[in-house]
Nanobody
């Protein structure tokens, strides 16, 4: 079992920025990809961003101009830089380490964007 640990959430005003971190106890290079998801109150969990072991990135359309994911293999950490935050970005943000056919999840970090 791999326990991922997200951090960096908090309360921010609309238009502000936050950087989330996701630390892993093992080498993140061993995973096919690291992903960020979010779940807003009353809504389904949705994919926010994905970064492969080779460094390729993908984003949800509504976030690709504002969010950037990156990775530091030496620190076993992935990041999600979130800029120009909007109230609708309020959610619990989760990190997932993807293997073929399964994955490991963190417990999430709460982001609240006030208007």
């Amino acid at each position: 079992q791999v326990q991922l640990a997200e951090s960096g959430g908090g309360l921010v005003q609309a238009g502000g920025s936050l950087r989330l971190s996701c630390g892993a106890p093992t080498s993140i290079f061993s995973f096919n990809a690291m992903e960020w998801y979010r779940q807003a109150p009353g809504k389904q969990r949705e994919l926010v961003a994905r970064i492969t072991s080779g460094g390729s990135t993908n984003y949800a359309d509504s976030m690709k101009d504002r969010f950037t994911t990156s990775r530091d293999n030496a620190k076993n950490t992935v990041y999600l830089q979130m800029n120009s935050l909007k109230p609708e970005d309020t959610a619990v943000y989760y990190c997932k380490a993807e293997k073929v056919g399964y994955g490991y999840w963190g417990k999430g970090t709460l982001v609240i964007v006030s208007s």
